[in-house]
């Protein structure tokens, strides 16, 4: 069995948290400035998972969330996702509409579409990141949107991964506002053979 | 209250009455029950992936339809089920996202669903209901004291086969 992602060493790791604690750092400063509030994130977590234990990371394979899904194109292609809890989801979408109370428990169009464009700059923000470190020039897809069971949206991108081996890595971050507001979870998840491309990129390839 | 036995993603299980089994959060994936009504003897799988010929590497049967199957209805028959009485039910195969070009990785679930309808038909297994398709995520139980197949949604609604 020679999966490519549970041969990474150390140093490999660090470097590939250290690209996504640039990239989270731009995303959460670009959403900030949308929702004119202070966002705080995490240190990316940069772990090898079995693939049916990646929704746990988001609470469970039932949670509701909303998700917005890009791929990325170029020399390293992969794939983005962006999961935020249904509540969440409510929230930017409302504050960013300027509507203090919600009345319904769906999002209307404007709604989705305001939060595939606060995916699109997030990814981009992303990517400008990875892109930095790499030289490559990569370049996200128009996002897609469901709001579904955590589970049912991450089966997209594991099933691409479950082509190639029974693990993934997943570059997570969270984000969250001071008060109540959003939480959210970033993903970056590169095409089995761009893991390489981007460690040999950055200078680790062993 | 009976036990509830859970099928992770690539992944079956099974048991007997008066357990039920439950797989959370099917999207593309899909989800395959099958029962014996007599000895109520039943297995759930949760597939990923139409086919293991197909796919690089992998430890793990249980995600693909084709490698799946064969050793969950093994399992049943060891457990003492006939395969004679053995009726399959499957749900899931959603498409979760739409782009305006589908590539083939998009279609995975339909191509799921085909799968497992094919290799149930190798075995020689009689499907007797399914719920695929679509663009949303089901939860799906298997009650092994009546073998109803529960399927639950977040805003389709809810529904027995």
Known sequence: MSEEVLKLSELQLDALKEVGNVGAGNAATALSQIINRKIDMTVPKVCILPLGEVPDVVGGPDTMVAGVYLRVFGPAPGSILFLLPRESAFYLVDTLMGRPDRESNTLDEMDQSALLEIGNILAGAYLNSLSYFTKFTLLPSIPALAMDMAGAILSVILIQLGQMGDHALVIETEFTTEADGVKGHFFLIPDPGSLGTILAAIGVKV | ?161
């Open chain 2, 1 to 161: 209250m009976a036990e509830l036995i859970k099928v992770g993603m690539a992944d079956y299980k099974v048991g007997s009455n008066p357990a039920s089994l439950i797989s959370y959060g099917l999207g593309s994936c899909v989800g395959i029950a099958l029962y014996d009504p007599v000895t109520k003897i039943g297995g759930l799988a949760h597939i990923m992936l139409p086919d293991s010929t197909q796919a690089r590497s992998s430890d793990n049967p249980a995600k693909f339809a084709d490698t799946c199957l064969p050793i969950m209805l093994e399992d049943m028959l060891k457990g003492g089920a006939a395969k004679k009485r053995i009726t399959a039910k499957i749900a899931g195969g959603a498409q979760m996202f739409t782009f305006a070009n589908a590539t083939d990785i998009m279609r995975v679930g339909e191509r799921n669903s085909e799968a497992v309808r094919v290799v149930l038909k190798q075995l020689d297994l009689r499907m007797v209901a399914e719920d695929t398709g679509g663009n949303y995520g089901r939860t799906v139980e298997l009650n092994l004291t009546n073998g109803i197949f529960r399927i639950k949604t977040i805003d389709k609604g809810e529904k027995e086969l």
